[in-house]
């Protein structure tokens, strides 16, 4: 680890919306989570959609394109209106936009009449935040001017609190929501969906007991990602779980210095004056991140004792006379981030941004099932796949009821082509919330070709897996590209390379391997299989190794360096399931039997 960094925990992000959507569907009302906190990450969005959330919400288009890029297919509501330029984007990648100019929605109406679709807005009331919105007077011609149109449609009524003019949410300003929504729905004759009382900040009415009833949906972004810490000052929701996101940092001077600065005072890189107190001789230690990463202002130290002094845009000075246990250079230091804090240390590039799962990775135990097919189970019988295993300590279990894996039991599935990794990874996706995927392989399968019956052939089996053939992809959310390598690729098709650098799926080719060496490769594999995952599943087909002799590995990994691999992914222990391909009677025997003792070292087998 090196520099900033924000740990994201999606477990308490999961339990924060899981809190707050039980409580709000008490009261009927259904919650968007909003993820423009965290950049979009499909990762937060994916624990806010667990939780139960009924669609995300997000201000920023490189952040929906992120979120759609990775498979997700739940509602997405643009949190702001586009600028007249973008309409069509809107029309494309959102289910709904919040809207409150003319202009912009006629815009929009004509482009999404164009492409024979109607976009549903929420229409935004200003009730005194002066931020965006239409001024309450001026609501019901706007409505009519809208019924003109036919390639928009106006799906309800929101209003935003708390933002710029930091007005309260309360059961006055909330109330002449409802009664606008009412007004619109009898003068104009239309049913609204929703009624949109706000954000996090309305949720302390909702728990007051004053939220007025006609409220049916928040918007809420912060009481889920921060654990409503700024939300509830005063008094804090219990339930909720603070600190799922926190910076950390490297300590890298600690000394004693005097606490006023020496010599002529000018000003400071910002262009500051800044005042310092004299109180003597202090110990001070400098983390590595600044204002380029983060809002300084914004930090508290978890660290007992330690006391941010100020930063310029690289260095963070902290008091640490007090701190407990003492801190020394080469330690970690972790800070709390406020609202403002946290999105500069998302949207800065310098941080990394580390998604990690409160509840741990279950260690797959000594149990394996083994499912293949005729031409597969056969050559399996043959090179004794189940006493080996047997000979390795598992116990090898029939397929048969198991269709389900209990904890601890992984899956060998074994297959004559590479249409094995079909069926493999969807019984994988079933069980788990969310699966990686690091794939051996000498080609892409990125293609779009189909079979007679429209299934997926060899050449667009990871197409299919990725959702890439449908609208939506059969194994999603549960598996999204971020979390996708390949790893000792030689063949692809100019298409099939276009689709890859537009996907957020990290190819090594054999290039890179020569490159870096295999070592690095698979250490990176598993991380970026791993992060926020629970587990992955490895699929291997013989192309991906140069077996001596065999044209079809011509130019691929050695032997030695596919036992590398292997043996690393067993080391590291997340692998759930596995599949592998090309176990035919037609193929070299010696081939076969290289691919069984490759599946072998990852499972475990070690030479001594
Ligand atoms: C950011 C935003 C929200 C979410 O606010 P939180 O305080 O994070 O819950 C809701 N609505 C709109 C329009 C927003 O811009």
Redesign the pocket.
């Known amino acids: 680890m090196s520099g900033p960094e924000v740990a994201i925990d999606l477990g308490r992000i999961e339990r924060n919306a899981r809190t707050v959507v039980a409580r709000c569907a008490e009261a009927g009302i259904k919650v ?1 989570g ?1 993820t ?2 965290m950049c979009g990450m499909p990762q937060v969005a994916r624990a806010m959609l667990r939780g139960g959330v009924a669609g995300l ?1 997000e ?1 920023r288009f490189q952040n929906i394109r992120r979120l759609r890029d990775s498979g997700i297919a739940a509602p997405i509501m643009l ?2 209106s586009p600028p007249i330029s973008r309409a069509e984007e809107v029309v494309r990648s959102v289910d709904i936009s ?1 809207q409150s100019e003319l202009a912009i929605i006629r815009e929009i109406s004509r482009i999404a009449e164009r492409m024979g679709r109607v976009h549903d807005i929420m229409l ?1 009331v200003d009730l005194g935040d002066l ?2 919105g239409i001024w309450p007077n001026d609501l019901l011609p706007t409505v009519e001017r809208i019924l003109e149109m036919k390639g928009v449609r106006i799906a309800g009524i ?1 209003t ?1 609190l ?2 710029f003019g930091a007005i309260m949410p309360t059961p006055d300003n909330l109330g002449q929501l409802v009664a606008h929504a009412y007004k619109i729905e009898r003068l104009a004759g239309i049913s609204l969906d929703y009624v ?1 009382g ?4 309305s ?1 302390q009415l909702l728990l007051d007991g004053t939220l007025p009833s006609g409220i049916n949906n ?9 654990g409503g810490v ?2 509830f000052r005063e008094t804090p929701w219990k339930e909720l779980e603070a600190d799922a996101c926190r910076l950390t940092a490297d300590v890298i001077e600690v000394k004693m210095k005097p606490s006023r600065p020496i010599g002529q005072s000018g000003y400071d890189a910002f262009g500051n004056q800044p005042y310092f107190p004299d109180d003597g001789d202090r110990l001070r230690a400098i983390a590595n991140v600044g204002r380029e990463d983060v809002m300084v202002e914004g930090l508290t130290p978890i660290h007992k004792g330690a006391r941010v002094l100020g930063a310029s845009s690289d260095h963070l000075m902290m008091d640490v006379t007090d701190a407990d246990p003492p801190v020394r250079v080469g330690d970690r230091v972790a800070f709390r981030m406020n ?1 403002g804090a946290m999105l500069l240390a998302m949207t800065s590039e310098y941080v990394e941004k580390v998604p990690l799962h409160g509840v741990e990775i279950t260690p797959r135990g000594k149990m394996v099932q083994i499912v293949a097919d005729r031409g597969a189970a056969a050559m399996l019988a043959r090179l004794d796949a189940g006493a080996r295993l047997e000979a390795m300590d598992y116990d090898v279990v029939e397929p048969g009821d198991a269709a389900r894996l209990p904890a601890g039991l992984m899956r060998l599935s074994a297959g004559t082509d590479r249409r094995v990794a079909l069926e493999a990874l969807a019984a994988t996706v079933e069980e788990t919330h969310s699966v990686g995927l690091i794939r051996f392989d000498s080609r892409a399968s990125l293609g779009s070709e189909r079979d007679a019956g429209g299934a997926a052939t060899e050449n667009s089996v990871l197409s299919q897996v990725l959702g890439l053939m449908d609208e939506q992809g059969p194994l999603q959310p549960q598996l999204s590209p971020e979390n996708v390598v390949l790893i000792g690729l030689r063949e692809a098709s100019p298409a099939e390379a276009a689709v890859l650098k537009q996907s957020r799926i990290t190819v090594f080719t054999m290039a890179d391997i020569d490159a870096s060496g295999m070592r690095q490769v698979v250490r990176e594999a598993i991380r970026i299989a791993t992060t926020g995952t629970a587990g992955f599943h490895v699929s291997y087909s013989p192309t991906a190794t140069e077996i001596p002799g065999w044209a079809d590995g011509s130019g691929g990994m050695t032997v030695r360096e596919t036992h590398q691999a292997m043996e690393m992914i067993a080391l590291a222990g997340g692998m759930i399931s596995m599949d592998v391909s090309a176990l035919s009677a037609t193929l070299d025997e010696r081939v076969t039997a290289e691919t069984l003792s490759f599946v072998m070292s990852a499972f475990g087998k070690r030479i001594l």
């Open positions: 968007f909003v423009k906190g919400a201000s949190l702001r919040l935004m931020r965006e929101g935003n708390g933002c949109s706000g954000a996090s900040s949720l928040l918007r809420v972004g912060e009481a889920i990602l921060q700024e939300t609202y």
